[in-house]
């Protein structure tokens, strides 16, 4: 008797979830169809798609076309070689060092 309340149970919370989901999907499609339906509001001749950051200009004020970030690769050898130079001139902890 107790498993048939679990199973009533939990399918009552599966059908309150979906009703939940699919509620608001109809919500937030009528709100997108809302907001675009204005005029110049989310448009490409809205005011708000010609604003551009400020860091993606240069000094004369023209947009950048280059990457933002670049990012150098290095060989596991390098790398190996910076850490070891970096762990060789640390002070010991313990007053030895140990290899």
Known sequence: ???LIYILAFTILAFLAVRNLILSLI???KDSSRFSARDGYWGSGSR???VV???LL???GHPIQEPLLV??????N???EQLDSLYNSS?????EKEE
């Not at 990012?71 to 596991?76: C, D, E």
């Not at 002070?91 to 007053?95: M, Q």
């Open 71 to 76: 990012m150098r690769s290095f060989s596991a």
């Open 27 to 29: 919500t937030v499609g």
């Open 53 to 55: 950051h400020p860091e």
């Open 48 to 50: 708000l798609s010609k």
């Open 78 to 80: 390098d790398v190996r």
């Open 58 to 60: 240069d000094d004369a």
């Open 1 to 3: 008797m107790l498993h």
């Open 91 to 95: 002070p010991s902890v313990g007053g």
